[in-house]
């Protein structure tokens, strides 16, 4: 930035947030061009659909291509470089499988639009991970949630209203918090910049602030004690929206965070405020599995198991290491691929994606569906730790990591969330292994075949990135 | 290469099994057996072949997919290919392609475990094995119940042991140790316990030794008669190999303070064992209880400190692996026929069927410590290891239950083979040849390391230097 030009913005300030406009200005040619396509069949589905996912495909190329650079744009407010790309490629591998799940379902005059606000929410997310000001987080937020409101209550289904509005309420109260927060650091501070925050004296006010920034952030992670709204929402909205929260509104949210912890507390004082965090980690991994036992619908199921994995992902950043952080990204990128495959799983086996799957459903797959079953069982051995997938070789990284900072008991809580996991999982394994009486057992399948390739794609990276966990160096969050 | 082909060959072969069709299952037997005679084959000519390496993780430590022969898992692995060979002749029923299928992925996982020279690649492969024997369970249908026991009950040693390697991994840089010779000895007074408890709860579970054990006479009664010959026989020694390749050399001093307690468990084992064994009334469960009591010998082996007891162990090891999978695939063979094995609704089978009656005498005998076959020859080694290294009461206390397995191995036999016949028993014929010839190879290897078991014994002694690190 020349001085010059003062705090003004210049050109390569927006060429910073160039991927996050692209996901954000394809919505409109999708509507667009969606307005001169009235027929009903696959195509207009496939329209919008495609667009959607060459639109998200130019944004990753465009971030890939930014990645060797790190660049504070608009007064340090957003900050493109590593870190912030790998969280945005993940937001975006994210939403790309999401539209594929999403392709055969719902009514064909709603899917311009549904898609229109998956990239609006997605773009939300990509904000959010390159947030390095008070005003952007909030921004960013906003962004993601207000489209994903609209997502939950899509349905006709009166559960979906429920959970919309239950969504909406919760969610509003966790943004409260967050602004909250917010307002009183700037009162402690004089500044909304992440860098103005790190170089602050301590003061009751901004540990006041601190602490009620991280409520919000708890609140949206879905840790323990501020998870009771998860399952809920998770329950009532369309399956493919309910993938897509449960991967991107918590990468965005997890990249606010590690920014914070990292880099936007006073050096000596982050290791006392983010205990409760930890605490709430440890509680997450011990009740999110807890409660999950007695789920018997995939989506409530695999709410709880994902309130349980981000206590997983949180813990790795316990001590504020540079290798925790790659570790957690290396984790959330194996978590992405294993429940995306998950969810994609229980869509090839719904007619619309809107039903209720439960586990009875699974009884005998292995027999009637052997691919399907041999692909969710690797998901669900994934998510439950167990070789040969990214779910073991993720864990004992971040069992290392934790034990070589100093937090060993948060790697015993680890081990015993892990333990109580195992009959969560290979609950839906064994069903799927028993011989079942096909007459009993309903088998309906997805109107659209798209999801098999997200079943593939995420099945290989499973396995694959178990065998090489690959995770880049180059991701320590800047404030400057 | 060789070694990895161990490893990969059966995991695959076995997964493409699946591709095969359901209604003509002897194709799907018939190469998975061709293909455990050939890694037998493999290992036994294979043994000079140098390790395969491929680095995994170089930070928080370093790690490899480090695969390689020692003089130990040889052993193993040779005694691995031969049971599953055996006990996929006798695969027989609806689902014999799947179990065979399980049985080579369950083969191919403990030779990743046997081969495995770095710890966190030992720690994949033994949560690995779980899966196959889980999902055989589960396919069984009625026995929720013991599946789940199974799981968790493996699960949670296992977790242990993910842990302890974590930290094993953190305080020594690297766990790619296993059989290195220049790899530090100790781990430091402040971690060592915690590590060597960990490692310990994996494999006590899996031994498993009282009072772990409670999941294993349930999930040997319910597995098919082939899948619990390979699992009484080879993956319950997986955690005394444990204790061998990794206790002894790195966590020596922990191994010499928790001997009491594990002298304790041990001679626990074999009492309880030997004394449930004389009371049951399945044939199945007499022999999961004679396992306890003698997998307790091999642990007060195993934390004796002495190479002679080592080597005890390691015949011991393998004998109890020839004759359990032997005990295993005869009763299974005598309940494939007379649909019980309670052994009071059983008797005179021996008159009309004296091939089935010869087979389950000599592995009777070999289990019960008759001089000349192989369990024998690891007992006397054991013991005198032991009373020479000073535990002479011990060594006294563990003779009783040798005496006691005479007696209920006897009266399994008598049960079964002697008598009156009785008439409401179906008649069925003499034990076929698939069935004997995956007997006679069991047989004719106990037999062969009773009479000369000095190939093991050298294999420990000349690798004694390092995994005898005490004495």
Redesign the interface.
């Known amino acids: 930035m020349s001085p010059a030009f003062g705090s003004f913005p210049v050109g390569a300030d927006y060429l910073a947030l160039q991927p996050m406009a692209v996901v954000a200005c394809t919505p409109l040619a999708i509507l667009f061009v969606d307005l001169f396509l009235t027929g009903s069949g696959n195509l207009r589905r496939g329209v919008a659909v495609g667009i959607a996912i060459v639109g998200l495909v130019f944004a990753g190329l465009i971030e890939a291509g930014q990645y060797p650079h790190d660049y504070a744009a608009f007064g340090g407010a957003f900050i493109q470089g590593g870190f912030s790309i790998v969280f945005s490629e993940i937001v975006i591998v994210a939403t790309v499988a999401t539209l594929l799940l999403s392709a055969g379902v719902g009514r064909t005059d709603q899917v311009a639009g549904t898609t229109a606000l998956l990239l609006w929410s997605a773009s939300g997310a990509m904000l959010m991970s390159g947030a390095a000001s008070l005003m952007t987080v909030f921004l960013g937020l906003e962004l993601l949630s207000l489209g994903l409101y609209c997502l939950c209550a899509i349905s006709a289904r009166s559960t979906a209203r429920e959970a919309a509005l239950k969504y909406l309420i919760l969610s509003s109260m966790a943004s409260g918090f967050l602004l909250y927060g917010s307002a009183l650091l700037f009162g402690a501070t004089g500044s909304v910049t992440f860098a103005a925050l790190a170089a602050a004296p301590m003061t009751p006010l901004f540990a006041l602030g601190a602490g009620l920034f991280l409520v919000g952030i708890a609140f949206k992670l879905s840790l323990v004690p501020f998870h009771a709204w998860t399952p809920d929402v998770y329950e009532g909205a369309p399956l493919p929206v309910t993938a897509f929260m449960s991967v991107v509104t918590k990468a965005g949210t997890l990249a606010v965070f590690a920014r914070f912890a990292y880099a936007a507390l006073p050096a000596g004082h982050a290791g006392a405020i983010l205990i409760p965090i930890w605490v709430a980690a440890a509680l997450s991994m011990l009740i999110g599995n807890l409660a999950a036992l007695a789920q018997t619908d995939m989506k409530r199921l695999l709410a709880y198991s994902g309130i349980a994995q981000v206590g997983y992902i949180v813990a790795a950043f316990a001590g504020q290491t540079a ?1 925790g952080l790659r570790y957690a990204l290396l984790y959330l990128a194996g978590y992405m691929f294993m429940n995306l495959g998950a969810f994609a799983v229980v869509e090839l086996m719904s007619r619309d994606g809107d039903a209720v799957v439960g586990l009875p459903r699974f009884a005998g797959l292995a027999y009637r569906r ?1 691919w399907l079953a041999a692909a969710m069982t690797l998901f669900l ?1 994934g998510l439950a ?4 997938t990214i779910g ?2 993720g ?3 971040i ?3 934790t ?2 900072a100093g937090y ?1 008991w948060l ?2 809580v680890l ?1 015993a969330g ?2 109580i996991s ?2 969560v999982y ?1 609950k839906i ?2 069903a799927m ?3 079942a009486d096909p007459a009993h057992v309903r088998d309906e399948r997805s109107r659209s075949s798209l999801p098999w390739l997200a079943v593939g794609v995420c099945a290989v990276l499973t396995f694959a990135l178990g ?1 090489f ?1 690959l995770t880049p160096s180059n991701v320590l969050p800047l404030v400057k | 290469m060789i070694v990895t082909a161990l490893v990969l060959a059966p995991i695959l072969v076995g997964l493409a099994l699946y591709a095969l069709p359901r209604r003509d299952p002897g194709i799907a037997k018939g190469a998975a057996a061709t293909l455990a005679a050939l890694t037998f084959a493999l290992a036994a000519f294979g043994s000079q072949v140098p390790d395969a390496s491929v680095r995994w993780l170089s930070r928080p430590f370093a790690a490899s997919f480090h695969l390689g022969f020692g003089p130990i898992s040889y052993w193993l692995v040779l005694l691995l290919a031969l049971v599953t060979f055996s006990a996929l002749l006798v695969v027989r029923g609806p689902r014999t392609r799947e179990i065979a299928a399980q049985l080579l992925v369950l083969q191919g996982a403990m030779n990743g475990l046997f081969l495995a020279k770095d710890v966190l690649l030992f720690a994949l492969f033994w949560d690995l094995m779980l899966l196959p024997v889980f999902l055989v369970l589960v396919a069984g249908g009625t026995h929720g119940r013991t599946a789940w026991k199974y799981l968790l009950y493996n699960l949670a040693g296992g977790l242990a042991l993910l842990l302890a390697t974590a930290a094993f991994g953190v305080v020594s840089g690297t766990t790619d140790v296993i059989g290195s010779p220049t790899a530090s000895a100790g781990i430091g007074a402040s971690w060592g316990a915690w590590i060597f408890a960990g490692f310990a709860v994996a494999f006590l579970i899996k031994t498993p030794v009282f009072p772990f054990h409670t999941w294993m006479p349930e999930t040997y009664a319910d597995l098919p008669p082939p899948v619990v010959a390979v699992v009484s026989a080879v993956q319950s020694k997986a955690g005394l190999y444990g204790f061998l390749v990794i206790g002894v050399p790195f966590l020596g001093p922990e191994m010499a303070q928790a001997r009491p307690l594990m002298f304790v468990l041990g001679l626990g084992a074999l009492l309880y064992g030997a004394f449930v064994a004389l009371a049951e009334r399945d044939a199945k469960r007499v022999v999961a209880y004679s396992s306890l009591s003698h997998l307790g010998l091999i642990l007060l082996a195993v934390f004796s400190g002495s190479s002679l007891a080592y080597a005890g162990a390691l015949v011991y090891i393998i004998a109890h692996g020839l004759f359990s999978a032997a005990l295993f695939i005869v009763l299974g063979a005598v309940e494939g026929r007379e649909e019980t094995r309670d052994l009071q609704r059983l008797g005179g089978l021996g008159a009309r069927n004296p091939q089935l009656a010869g087979a389950l005498m000599l592995a009777a005998l070999a289990a019960l410590g008759l001089p000349g076959l192989a369990g024998f020859a690891g007992e006397i080694l054991i013991l005198t290891g032991l009373y020479r290294a000073g535990f002479g009461w011990p060594a006294v206390i563990a003779l009783l239950p040798i005496v006691l397995a005479a007696a209920y191995m006897l009266r399994v036999f008598q049960s079964i083979m002697n008598g009156p016949e009785h008439p409401d028993l179906p008649e069925r014929r003499d034990l076929t040849w698939l069935e004997g010839l995956a007997v006679a190879p069991l047989v004719a290897a106990f037999v062969w390391l009773g009479i000369d078991p000095a190939g093991v014994i050298a294999a420990v002694m000349a690798g004694g230097a390092h995994v005898a690190g005490v004495r």
């Open positions: 290798l052997p051995i730790g167990l070789p040969p073991f070789t864990k004992i990284l069992l290392a990591v034990t070589s060993a790697a015993g081990i892990t333990a195992a009959y290979f394994v064994r292994f028993v011989h065998l966990p």
